[in-house]
């Protein structure tokens, strides 16, 4: 970061650079407050030619680089870097093209994941991937961390619903992959960029999958006196041979932390309750309906409720939604998880956590994606009582290794960043770690590109954060998290 | 055939100085790769379903698996591979199918092969032993290595077992036929590929075929959006059957929008609505078309036309990967071709 490469800065048109300590602040962390670094500059380019510039520049003078969206990311992967550059994409805002014959949509990066389905429902069409963070998230950052949502058993990851990337490369090559064709000859460039959490190149434009939007929609809620009971009904459904557009567990302390802070009618002295979402044709919704209702009875559901009018669905939705909120109203702080588990495992992995729970000392409360396993406890503790903060990371780091132990993921959403950069050590062995290193290197040989990030080096996997909210002081407070 | 034996077959071909070129029923082997040297190393002895959970919709499956034997026992649990990877003989794999990464009639409604890859084991190029990915649907623990393996044609290594996601079959499937000129045919699949419940338009020896897939009445709401002279077949949908490829020498594949009008010169089918051109017709005939929407499709023709590997980013990044993964070329090469310009 020498005086050459800030004047060869400084010479690059439609490029805004940030100096003012005050304004860097702004860049400190992502959606993982615990980790923060205020960065030495930002560049705001505003044009791909001025994007292309700095990373030229940056590469001609080896400086790292950190691409960052909306910062709404739960794992430090945008966390900033103390000699490095913070290359933010806020200013990639244009919608550039809608081909509803084909069903795609050509955006830049920096348009949030919802401006995409706001620019084509007009059109009957949405884009499928929602994660919680959508009225903020971009496509760009969704790209880098693989996104999903609560729909995303039926209409899959961000993976599933891009057909075209262009990027680039850490010296500023512009890459075009574009497959809306279909047909794949040799290697899958856009699988390995989907969930490289910004280590392999900058995205400068996103080709997304547009899908039509479904005639019904029907939300089922149900209550459970066992976890277990709610878990076998999960799969009673799929046995039953459907695929929900949603299906979402909560346990009895993230249920009535809910009901406290919303007032969504869920059913207080439930263990469990389930809530499932259905779209398709009318007949088709209405057909799946009646089959979902008996078999979740059949499974032991004490109370349900459905709905199909668009009031009723959002009210029954609202707990589910606000869970974290919720749940953050019972501590000054909690601690969010993000391990996904093979499903069969779910009351053994809660009892597991509830033990733990007992361990340390500190509540947990569950909200499970339950159609896809993916579980994120929360973890309730309060920062200015001395040695919480060390519990809480200490528990957070069991309960990864719990999903390790029943053969999951530590990671099924939210990424590895920095905060997971430790637990990467267990998850892969040497070997499986070179490849990774040998992936980087194929696309960013000197890695200059979001280094110390995702994966860990063979001799350092020694790091470790977390997300932590404080009384309410996190960093997008208005976001919902599910 | 247990993973210790197939490591030691790859240690023993490397030690000895061959290319591997890994392989499974071999029933794709003469027209996706090009006769060269190496070695063959068979996964078809290493057979069985590791672990099967029909209740979570995934099935972990040994790489030498038959295609067929793997869609018997998903049908058992009322599920199936929605991508529908053909299978071009009997002794197709599933290693095979990941391997070349083929998708059949349902590409375009339900998702291709690499969408339903979830995690595998391998042998890497240097004989270790990796597993990436994992048993369950959402993970974003490190690259997405396994989705990389489909379409690689085992050039990154050889894959051992599989983990995929799997789905409930359709409650009902319904098929229709009409025989009609192509012309006709691509512009009946542009206007039913919007029907809700369409799962398969696919036009071959002069008929345009058309499936739909869903409740009972689904299909009944899409069959009425359908014009009256459409016969419904008592059958499934025929197969991509490799007599479909044994014809003609020259045979390329065109890919792109099915909106795109039908310029393409000795177009013998089509699939995926439209999106998926055959083509039987010399290298001069293809002049004006996109470089890149036209490859080759019988790699191991002898001799073969003049193709080049492909040189754009995507080609160069293709290779660097490669040179990265597999830095001794233990493994066979196998870039993108194109024609040359």
Same mark, same amino acid.
């Given at each position: 970061?020498?005086?050459?490469?800030?004047?060869?800065?400084?010479?690059?048109?439609?490029?805004?650079?940030? *100096?003012?300590?005050?304004?860097?602040?702004?860049?400190?962390?992502?959606?993982?407050?615990?980790?923060?670094?205020? %960065?030495?500059?930002?560049?705001?380019?505003?044009?791909?030619?001025?994007?292309?510039?700095?990373?030229?520049?940056?590469?001609?003078?080896?400086?790292?680089?950190?691409?960052?969206?909306?910062?709404?990311?739960?794992?430090?992967?945008?966390?900033?870097?103390?000699?490095?550059?913070?290359?933010?994409?806020?200013?990639?805002?244009?919608?550039?093209?809608?081909?509803?014959?084909?069903?795609?949509?050509?955006?830049?990066?920096?348009?949030?994941?919802?401006?995409?389905?706001?620019?084509?429902?007009?059109?009957? /069409?949405?884009?499928?991937?929602?994660?919680?963070?959508?009225?903020?998230?971009?496509?760009?950052?969704?790209?880098?961390?693989?996104?999903?949502?609560?729909?995303?058993?039926?209409?899959?990851?961000?993976?599933?619903?891009?057909?075209?990337?262009?990027?680039?490369?850490?010296?500023?090559?512009?890459?075009?992959?574009?497959?809306?064709?279909?047909?794949?000859?040799?290697?899958?460039?856009?699988?390995?960029?989907?969930?490289?959490?910004?280590?392999?190149?900058?995205?400068?434009?996103?080709?997304?999958?547009?899908?039509?939007?479904?005639?019904?929609?029907?939300?089922?809620?149900?209550?459970?006196?066992?976890?277990?009971?709610?878990?076998?009904?999960?799969?009673?459904?799929?046995?039953?041979?459907?695929?929900?557009?949603?299906?979402?567990?909560?346990?009895?302390?993230?249920?009535?932390?809910?009901?406290?802070?919303?007032?969504?009618?869920?059913?207080?002295?439930?263990?469990?309750?389930?809530?499932?979402?259905?779209?398709?044709?009318?007949?088709?919704?209405?057909?799946?309906?009646?089959?979902?209702?008996?078999?979740?009875?059949?499974?032991?559901?004490?109370?349900?409720?459905?709905?199909?009018?668009?009031?009723?669905?959002?009210?029954?939705?609202?707990?589910?939604?606000?869970?974290?909120?919720?749940?953050?109203?019972?501590?000054?702080?909690?601690?969010?998880?993000?391990?996904?588990?093979?499903?069969?495992?779910?009351?053994?992995?809660?009892?597991?956590?509830?033990?733990?729970?007992?361990?340390?000392?500190?509540?947990?409360?569950?909200?499970?994606?339950?159609?896809?396993?993916?579980?994120?406890?929360?973890?309730?503790?309060?920062?200015? *009582?001395?040695?919480?903060?060390?519990?809480?990371?200490?528990?957070?780091?069991?309960?990864?290794?719990?999903?390790?132990?029943?053969?999951?993921?530590?990671?099924?959403?939210?990424?590895?960043?920095?905060?997971?950069?430790?637990?990467?050590?267990?998850?892969?062995?040497?070997?499986?770690?070179?490849?990774?290193?040998?992936?980087?290197?194929?696309?960013?040989?000197?890695?200059?590109?979001?280094?110390?990030?995702?994966?860990?080096?063979?001799?350092?996997?020694?790091?470790?954060?977390?997300?932590?909210?404080?009384?309410?002081?996190?960093?997008?407070?208005?976001?919902?998290?599910? | 055939?247990?993973?210790?034996?197939?490591?030691?077959?790859?240690?023993?071909?490397?030690?000895?100085?061959?290319?591997?070129?890994?392989?499974?029923?071999?029933?794709?082997?003469?027209?996706?790769?090009?006769?060269?040297?190496?070695?063959?190393?068979?996964?078809?002895?290493?057979?069985?379903?590791?672990?099967?959970?029909?209740?979570?919709?995934?099935?972990?499956?040994?790489?030498?698996?038959?295609?067929?034997?793997?869609?018997?026992?998903?049908?058992?649990?009322?599920?199936?591979?929605?991508?529908?990877? %053909?299978?071009?003989?009997?002794?197709?794999?599933?290693?095979?199918?990941?391997?070349?990464?083929?998708?059949?009639?349902?590409? #375009?409604?339900?998702?291709?092969?690499?969408? $339903?890859?979830?995690?595998?084991?391998?042998?890497?190029?240097?004989?270790?032993?990796?597993? $990436?990915?994992?048993?369950?649907?959402?993970?974003?623990?490190?690259?997405?290595?396994?989705?990389?393996?489909?379409?690689?044609?085992?050039?990154?290594?050889?894959?051992?077992?599989?983990?995929?996601?799997?789905?409930?079959?359709?409650?009902?499937?319904?098929?229709?036929?009409?025989?009609?000129?192509?012309?006709?045919? /691509?512009?009946?699949?542009?206007?039913?590929?919007?029907?809700?419940?369409?799962?398969?338009?696919?036009?071959?020896?002069?008929?345009?075929?058309?499936? /739909?897939?869903?409740?009972?009445?689904?299909?009944?709401?899409?069959?009425?959006?359908?014009?009256?002279? $459409?016969?419904?077949?008592?059958?499934?949908?025929?197969?991509?059957?490799?007599?479909?490829?044994?014809?003609?020498?020259?045979?390329?594949?065109?890919?792109?929008?099915?909106?795109?009008?039908?310029?393409?010169?000795? *177009?013998?089918?089509?699939?995926?609505?439209?999106?998926?051109?055959?083509?039987?017709?010399?290298?001069?005939?293809?002049?004006?078309?996109?470089?890149?929407?036209?490859?080759?499709?019988?790699?191991?023709?002898?001799?073969?036309?003049?193709?080049?590997?492909?040189?754009?980013?995507?080609?160069?990044?293709?290779?660097?990967?490669?040179?990265?993964?597999? %830095?001794?070329?233990? $493994?066979?090469?196998?870039?993108?071709?194109?024609? #040359?310009?």
């Amino acid at each position: 970061m020498t005086p050459a490469w800030r004047n060869a800065l400084n010479a690059i048109e439609d490029l805004e650079l940030i *100096v003012d300590r005050a304004r860097r602040k702004v860049y400190e962390s992502d959606g993982l407050t615990a980790l923060s670094q205020v %960065p030495p500059l930002v560049a705001l380019p505003a044009t791909r030619a001025a994007l292309q510039a700095v990373i030229k520049v940056c590469h001609a003078h080896q400086v790292p680089m950190v691409a960052r969206g909306a910062g709404t990311g739960l794992s430090g992967g945008a966390t900033p870097l103390a000699d490095g550059l913070l290359v933010s994409l806020a200013k990639f805002t244009r919608v550039l093209n809608v081909d509803i014959e084909a069903r795609t949509a050509t955006v830049e990066p920096g348009v949030t994941n919802l401006a995409i389905t706001e620019a084509v429902a007009d059109q009957g /069409l949405f884009y499928a991937p929602d994660p919680s963070s959508q009225i903020a998230c971009t496509i760009g950052g969704n790209v880098a961390e693989n996104s999903g949502g609560v729909h995303c058993l039926k209409y899959g990851l961000t993976l599933h619903n891009v057909c075209g990337l262009t990027i680039l490369l850490a010296d500023g090559t512009e890459v075009v992959i574009d497959r809306e064709g279909l047909w794949q000859e040799g290697l899958d460039l856009l699988a390995i960029l989907h969930g490289s959490e910004g280590l392999l190149g900058f995205v400068v434009e996103v080709k997304v999958r547009l899908l039509p939007q479904p005639e019904s929609i029907a939300v089922l809620m149900a209550g459970f006196s066992t976890v277990e009971s709610a878990a076998d009904a999960v799969s009673a459904v799929i046995r039953a041979g459907i695929v929900p557009a949603g299906l979402e567990m909560m346990d009895q302390l993230a249920i009535q932390a809910a009901e406290d802070f919303v007032a969504a009618g869920y059913p207080r002295d439930a263990a469990a309750l389930l809530l499932c979402e259905l779209d398709g044709n009318r007949e088709e919704v209405e057909e799946m309906s009646d089959l979902v209702s008996s078999v979740l009875l059949n499974a032991g559901a004490v109370s349900i409720e459905s709905a199909e009018d668009a009031a009723t669905r959002s009210r029954l939705w609202l707990g589910r939604k606000a869970a974290f909120p919720a749940v953050g109203r019972l501590a000054p702080d909690y601690y969010c998880m993000d391990g996904t588990i093979p499903r069969r495992h779910l009351a053994a992995v809660l009892k597991a956590i509830a033990d733990k729970s007992v361990h340390y000392g500190l509540q947990v409360a569950n909200v499970f994606h339950a159609g896809d396993g993916n579980l994120h406890p929360l973890i309730l503790y309060d920062v200015s *009582v001395e040695g919480q903060l060390e519990k809480a990371e200490a528990f957070g780091a069991d309960i990864l290794n719990i999903c390790l132990d029943y053969g999951g993921t530590i990671t099924g959403e939210h990424g590895v960043g920095l905060e997971k950069i430790n637990e990467m050590c267990r998850q892969f062995n040497t070997t499986e770690l070179s490849t990774f290193h040998a992936v980087k290197s194929a696309f960013d040989p000197e890695a200059l590109l979001n280094p110390g990030k995702a994966i860990p080096t063979l001799n350092r996997c020694a790091e470790f954060g977390a997300m932590h909210v404080h009384r309410g002081t996190e960093k997008f407070p208005h976001l919902p998290r599910f | 055939m247990t993973t210790r034996q197939l490591v030691e077959a790859v240690k023993t071909t490397i030690a000895d100085g061959g290319s591997i070129r890994p392989q499974g029923g071999g029933t794709k082997a003469h027209f996706l790769t090009m006769p060269d040297h190496s070695v063959v190393v068979s996964t078809q002895a290493h057979t069985g379903i590791v672990h099967y959970h029909a209740d979570e919709l995934v099935v972990r499956v040994k790489a030498g698996t038959l295609l067929s034997e793997l869609t018997e026992i998903l049908a058992a649990k009322g599920q199936y591979l929605p991508a529908e990877p %053909p299978a071009y003989g009997n002794a197709a794999t599933i290693g095979g199918a990941v391997a070349a990464g083929l998708s059949g009639h349902g590409r #375009p409604y339900a998702g291709g092969l690499r969408d $339903f890859v979830l995690g595998l084991r391998m042998i890497l190029p240097s004989g270790e032993v990796a597993s $990436f990915g994992g048993d369950v649907m959402k993970n974003v623990a490190g690259y997405d290595v396994s989705r990389l393996q489909v379409g690689a044609m085992g050039s990154l290594g050889l894959i051992l077992d599989i983990a995929l996601k799997v789905i409930p079959k359709p409650l009902k499937n319904i098929v229709y036929n009409i025989a009609c000129e192509r012309e006709e045919a /691509l512009r009946l699949m542009q206007q039913l590929g919007k029907i809700i419940g369409v799962s398969a338009l696919s036009y071959r020896e002069e008929k345009l075929w058309v499936r /739909l897939s869903g409740s009972a009445q689904s299909c009944l709401q899409g069959a009425r959006q359908l014009p009256s002279d $459409f016969k419904e077949i008592d059958a499934g949908l025929p197969q991509w059957e490799m007599s479909q490829f044994s014809g003609p020498d020259h045979l390329w594949r065109w890919d792109g929008k099915p909106s795109a009008a039908l310029v393409q010169p000795g *177009v013998i089918g089509m699939d995926w609505g439209g999106a998926l051109r055959w083509l039987a017709v010399g290298t001069e005939g293809l002049s004006g078309l996109d470089r890149d929407r036209v490859t080759w499709v019988k790699r191991g023709l002898d001799p073969l036309p003049k193709l080049t590997t492909r040189q754009d980013g995507v080609g160069l990044l293709q290779e660097r990967v490669k040179r990265q993964l597999d %830095p001794n070329q233990h $493994f066979i090469n196998f870039p993108s071709l194109r024609l #040359p310009e």
